[in-house]
């Protein structure tokens, strides 16, 4: 019995081995504008917040693209502590479903990216031969915080992890128990 719990011991400390650096990655906390928010008009910026201090990676660190397929001009991307900003053109935004694509990265150095999506409803320019008309679109303001729900957060899922760790324990155990010798 003693060599089974030994042989467990083992497997799980071997397995949190290889977890444990697998959660120093940064993850996506909250972005502005939100996952599946809908605007009534182009955001002036594209924030994102990570679970950690992050950098700008060597690529694009946000590339949106629109419904159409077209891509929305970002300029000016910043990493600022675990936060990275970037300016984005509004007037190239349509309406229609925006997929935002991100980089990072973490303070290991590896690169985490994902993606995620916003709907903007912004009025068809029209051009017409009447007078120019007043109307100034703007985003509502609200004193809550962004919303947290990315779609993709990059990393090792966890259930990998277990599945791993599991796998391992099985293979101690069947090891342990092939090595125990027969009693006649």
Same mark, same amino acid.
């Not at 679970?51 to 946000?62: F, K, N, T, V």
């Not at 190239?92 to 980089?103: F, Q």
């Not at 029209?126 to 985003?139: D, E, G, N, Q, Y």
């Given at each position: 019995?003693?060599?089974?719990?030994?042989?467990?011991?083992?497997?799980?400390?071997t397995?949190?081995?290889?977890?444990?650096?697998?959660?120093?990655?940064?993850?996506?906390?909250?972005?502005?504008?939100?996952?599946?928010?809908?605007?009534?008009?182009?955001?002036?910026?594209v924030?994102?917040?990570?679970?950690?201090?992050?950098?700008?990676?060597?690529?694009?660190?946000?590339?949106? +693209?629109?419904?159409?397929? #077209?891509?929305?001009? /970002? @300029?000016?991307? *910043?990493?600022v502590?675990?936060?990275?900003? =970037?300016?984005?053109?509004?007037?190239?935004?349509?309406?229609?479903?925006?997929?935002?694509?991100?980089?990072?990265?973490?303070?290991?150095?590896?690169?985490?990216?994902?993606?995620?999506?916003?709907?903007?409803?912004?009025?068809?320019? +029209?051009t017409?031969?009447? #007078?120019?008309?007043? /109307? @100034?679109?703007? *985003?509502?303001?609200?004193?809550?915080?962004? =919303?947290?729900?990315?779609?993709?957060?990059?990393?090792?899922?966890?259930?990998?992890?277990?599945?791993?760790?599991?796998?391992?324990?099985?293979?101690?155990?069947?090891?342990?128990?092939?090595?125990?010798?027969?009693?006649?």
């Amino acid at each position: 019995m003693t060599r089974y719990f030994s042989a467990l011991v083992l497997a799980l400390l071997t397995a949190t081995a290889f977890v444990v650096p697998a959660q120093a990655h940064a993850e996506l906390k909250s972005s502005n504008p939100a996952s599946g928010a809908t605007l009534p008009a182009p955001p002036e910026q594209v924030e994102l917040v990570f679970s950690e201090s992050i950098s700008l990676p060597d690529g694009d660190a946000i590339t949106i +693209t629109g419904a159409d397929g #077209a891509k929305v001009p /970002v @300029t000016q991307a *910043a990493a600022v502590d675990s936060t990275i900003t =970037a300016k984005l053109d509004a007037s190239a935004a349509k309406s229609g479903v925006h997929t935002v694509d991100w980089a990072a990265k973490s303070a290991d150095g590896d690169t985490v990216t994902g993606k995620f999506t916003f709907t903007m409803t912004v009025a068809a320019r +029209t051009t017409s031969a009447t #007078a120019p008309s007043s /109307v @100034t679109m703007s *985003a509502p303001v609200s004193g809550a915080p962004p =919303a947290a729900a990315p779609e993709e957060s990059g990393g090792v899922p966890i259930w990998v992890w277990l599945l791993v760790a599991l796998v391992v324990v099985v293979g101690v155990i069947l090891l342990v128990r092939r090595r125990k010798p027969e009693t006649p």
